[in-house]
């Protein structure tokens, strides 16, 4: 275990350069993998790490990500001072919901000052990443730092989407920009720069000092705009440690999947012969909540021309799931799914309960959580008529969101105009 840590989970952000897929839920609740929510590493990596103390700040759209806590994640007793507890806006200090990254962490000051940590971790609820926070916990001591942030070198053409540090070669902090339009890259490598992934580890004193200070400025209160540039500005000891992975492959994996196109992307990974990212290594499990569902079923076996095959290949299907004539090529499907007799399913995701009728044909899309998708449709191989339907993105994923349920082939038909 390590002791004197507190773990922060920042989880209530909007999400929405996920579109559909936050119509209903929080980011952090988003379905990956099949089995999994996004929220599920950061919260393994800090049980496999050793953290005990985990707290889940929660705001929009929180029930599902809330129900899944407590189903999957409460096996911690509180009676030994273990826990992973969300907690919503509390509004004790102003009748208002967050307004920043710093903010949320403020407005639960109160928690922090009643377990009176040694060090407060402060993670992402939306990344997919392998990580041992007690290595960094132990850099972050070596050097006396009272700011810890964790960097990852990400190509300078998707620098802008970071905050970009400069570092000096002891790795102490000399700069930070939040997401500039001309990121610095690095000295050895012109076409990468330090971008922080969002994980920091804080001197509970320095934090709650800074926090108080920037409370009683007009600011955005976030910290890669505000808390971060200050402390660098006075003189505070903060220093970048550059990502270790626990994912044990030759490339490093860390994923923002903060776009449908990454989103996506990191699906699809996973159905490959040797993916980036490896959910089967016992040394560093991903933990999540499982309802009890049977097995997964393929039915059908008819060799003659024209005969249906339940099939999936090249993908990951979860329990539950009956392929029952159908086929699946290079897709991730989710629990409880019923592919039908004839219908194809290629390079999508499918969530839970799903059912996609007889002689569907579906290619680069997600569909959302309950949809039925009626006898005959066809998804993605006409994107202007897609358009007119449900919300396609710039590279043609389709989306069908939980909103578009329905039970009628006339339903995924285009509207009159």
Not at 67 to 93: A, K, M, T
Not at 341 to 360: L, Q, T
Not at 365 to 374: G, L
Request: hydrophobic share 40%; aromatic share 10%; glycine share 8%.
């Amino acid at each position: 275990m390590i002791n004197g840590v507190l773990a922060i989970i920042l989880a209530g952000g909007k999400g929405t350069r996920l579109g559909p897929l936050t119509l209903h839920r929080a980011k952090p609740a988003v379905p990956f993998g099949g089995i999994y929510r996004i929220i599920d590493f950061p919260l393994s990596n800090a049980l496999n790490s050793g953290l005990r103390k985990v707290i889940v700040v929660i705001q929009y759209k929180s029930m599902s990500l809330s129900r899944h806590l407590s189903q999957g994640w409460g096996f911690l007793s509180r009676e030994v001072g273990e826990y992973v507890e969300p907690i919503p806006p509390q509004q004790r200090v102003g009748e208002r919901w967050y307004q920043g990254t710093a903010d949320a962490i403020y407005q639960n000051i109160h928690f922090i000052e009643q377990e009176q940590p040694k060090h407060v971790l402060v993670l992402a609820g939306d990344h997919v990443y392998k990580m041992d926070y007690g290595k960094m916990l132990a850099a972050h001591d070596a050097k006396g730092a009272e700011l810890t942030i964790a960097t990852a070198e990400v190509p300078v053409a998707k620098g802008h989407l970071y905050g970009i540090m400069a570092a000096d070669t002891a790795w102490r902090i000399t700069g930070f920009q939040e997401k500039p339009e001309s990121p610095v890259p690095l000295q050895n490598d012109p076409g990468h720069c330090h971008a922080s992934m969002g994980i920091y580890i804080f001197n509970t004193d320095a934090l709650v000092k800074y926090l108080y200070e920037d409370a009683r400025t007009r600011s955005a209160h976030d910290f890669g705009k505000n808390i971060i540039p200050t402390m660098i500005r006075k003189g505070a000891q903060v220093f970048a440690y550059n990502f270790v992975d626990e994912n044990r492959k030759e490339a490093k994996y860390w994923r923002d999947v903060g776009t449908i196109e990454e989103y996506w992307e990191a699906n699809m990974d996973l159905v490959a012969v040797t993916p980036v990212l490896n959910l089967y290594d016992s040394e560093w499990p991903i933990r999540t909540y499982h309802e009890q569902f049977p097995p997964p079923k393929f039915v059908f076996a008819q060799e003659f021309e024209g005969g249906r095959r339940g099939v999936a290949l090249d993908s990951l299907v979860s329990p539950g799931c009956i392929i029952s004539g159908g086929r699946v090529l290079r897709s991730v499907v989710s629990p409880n799914v019923r592919v039908n007799s004839y219908a194809s399913v290629e390079e999508s995701v499918i969530f839970d309960g799903v059912n996609i009728g007889r002689r569907c044909r579906i290619r680069r899309a997600i569909i959302d959580k309950d949809v039925v998708v009626p006898e005959g449709t066809e998804i993605g191989y006409d994107l202007d008529r897609d358009r007119e339907r449900f919300w396609v993105s710039p590279s043609g994923i389709v989306v069908i969101s939980k909103a578009e349920h329905v039970d009628s082939p006339e339903a995924f038909e285009p509207a009159v105009t």
